[in-house]
């Protein structure tokens, strides 16, 4: 028995094939951050440990692999909407900014958190600079990969509904 659901093709209780757009983020996300880790090709800036995320923000991020986290939601990001630049980056990973007795604004995030992440990437092949315009797109080495990792997090997935 083969079930199509979305781009997912099912046989039975395995799942064989998935995209990202068919896992949830936060999973998917989580998943590709630690092969980021593990595969210890990333390059990380030195002051990863110091900085915040954006003046919105008034500690640095607790968790040790933030950048690795923040270059795998770029990643996912930019498979699904191709072209994103510096700029789109900032106003995604921006917040309200408390300014005291007056209300709050947004502001963006960190540009050069943004553009870290998105060199870093390029470094190991998985965006690439837009052909076609500004902002980056995601290479085939990118593609397949996050596919291959939406697979496995489809397949972890099918079984724990299973059992």
Known sequence: ???????????????LQ??????????????YAALLKKNGKLKVPKWVDIAKTGIHKELPPMNRDWFYIRCAAVARHIY???????????????????????PSRHIDGSSSV???????????RVLDKNPNGGGR??????????DRIALQVAQKIAAAESA
């Open 114 to 124: 943004a553009r870290y992440a998105l060199r870093s990437l390029e470094g190991i």
């Open 18 to 31: 998935a995209t990202v757009k068919d896992v949830p983020a936060y999973l998917l996300i989580r998943e």
């Open 80 to 102: 699904v909407r191709p072209g994103v630049g510096v700029g789109a980056l900032t106003k995604v990973y921006g917040g309200a900014h408390d300014r005291g007795t007056k």
């Open 137 to 146: 797109v995601i290479t085939d080495t990118g593609r397949s990969d996050l």
């Open 1 to 15: 028995l083969v079930t199509l659901s979305g781009s997912k093709i099912i046989m039975g209780d395995e799942v």
